[in-house]
């Protein structure tokens, strides 16, 4: 039977505060449309420090929190979409510098459903019994893929990393992990080659359904409409999927745990739902959405405030760009 417990979560957000304000500043926007829309009042920017510094101070705090050492862990697992490198992947970079000497390591990258699906992974890798105690860490610095003259994308991100380190658990966890590919082009975002030096290279073929705009294709594309209506839907859907896979009702779960894209997508989810809004815990006025990092960095949050207890079924929901989506139900 899988089950994960958290042994200890930790986050990192960067200095650097974006308020409405500031945005206002640089785009004909302002606080209060940003605010009514979304939710969201403020996120940070890492202005110089990069993506693998983010996800290795999240993983600190979860290793010291977790009570064992760098050296038990046997697998790093970072979700992200928003590497520093191509190669090696981010888990690496943590695993060296956290000091975790015995662990293997590999990255997921399905957007902001990354730390969904990475917990889902970790849980299978927990089964056999070969690996103990598994570093997750998402971290994502989006800063450099937002266009700051698109005033519908730009104003909805922020940079941030949390990590939980897992240990498996006797007491069963559901998952359901979901993928639409169909609507791969509601965001995306390209990398850039407009550095390539090989003679023999020419323009690359887009898939049917991506445009590239102006050559703009390397910034985040998003398609707001078609992303939210996805959101809500696979909100609904996820979560009813899982409760029917653990059999489950909605009034046995403790603390729901969404994606933080929008206060507005959460509130018509959680409506549609009709799950107790006092259960639904949202942390995105401060951070916005900092795509996988959003549900670790919620679980750092609430564990700092000894509201993770021992026993509390917890239900986790997220969706992102593929588009993805998934939820997990464990007891701690
Ligand atoms: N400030 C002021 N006006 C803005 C604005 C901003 N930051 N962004 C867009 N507008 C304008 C638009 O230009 C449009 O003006 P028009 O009517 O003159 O054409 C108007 O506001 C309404 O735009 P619209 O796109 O209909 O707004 P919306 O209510 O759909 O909200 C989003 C836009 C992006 C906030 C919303 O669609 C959304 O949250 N989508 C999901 C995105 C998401 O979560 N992505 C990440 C998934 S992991």
């Known amino acids: 039977m899988r089950g994960i417990k958290i042994l200890g ?38 202005e110089s420090k990069p993506n693998w510094h983010m996800a290795c101070e999240a993983s600190r705090e979860a290793i010291k929190n977790s009570g064992i050492d760098p050296s038990e862990i046997d697998l790093v697992l970072a979700a992200t979409c928003s590497p520093d490198y191509f190669y090696p992947a981010l888990s690496c970079i943590v695993q060296q510098q956290t000091g975790c000497v015995n662990a293997a390591a590999f990255d997921i990258n399905s957007a902001c459903t990354g730390f969904i699906n990475a917990l889902d992974t970790a849980s299978r890798f927990l089964l056999d019994g070969d690996y103990r105690n598994i570093l997750i860490v998402a971290s994502e610095r ?6 700051y003259t698109d005033r519908t994308a730009s104003i909805l991100f922020g940079d941030g990393a949390g990590a ?25 975002c390209k990398v850039d080659q407009s550095r390539l030096n090989c003679p023999l290279l020419k323009p690359d073929t887009m898939p049917e359904g991506l445009i590239d705009t102006e050559a703009k294709t390397h910034f985040m594309q998003m398609n707001g ?25 909605k009034g046995d779960i403790d603390l729901y745990i969404p994606h933080q894209a929008n206060a507005r997508i959460i509130e018509s989810a959680v409506k549609g739902l009709e799950l107790p809004t006092e259960k639904v815990y949202v942390n995105l006025e401060n951070h916005g959405n900092t795509s996988s990092a959003c ?11 000894g509201k993770i207890k ?3 079924t917890i239900c986790l929901v997220g969706f992102g760009a593929g588009l993805t989506s998934g939820a997990i139900i464990f007891t701690q």
């Open 225 to 249: 409409k078609a992303v939210y209506k996805f959101a809500v839907d696979a909100m609904e859907t996820a979560v009813n999927k899982v409760l029917e896979r653990s059999g489950l009702n």
């Open 9 to 46: 979560a930790g986050m990192y957000l960067p200095e650097t505060v974006a308020s409405n304000d500031w945005f206002s500043t640089i785009l004909d926007t302002n606080d209060e449309w940003i605010y009514s829309r979304t939710g969201i009042r403020e996120r940070r920017i890492s």
């Open 295 to 305: 549900i670790p960095t919620c679980l750092a949050e609430l564990s700092a405030d």
């Open 164 to 188: 939980a380190v897992v240990t498996k658990n006797d007491k069963p966890m559901y998952s359901y992990l979901s993928a639409k590919g169909d609507f791969f082009n509601a965001l995306y």
């Open 142 to 147: 989006l800063a450099p893929h937002c266009d």
């Open 310 to 312: 021992d026993g509390m």
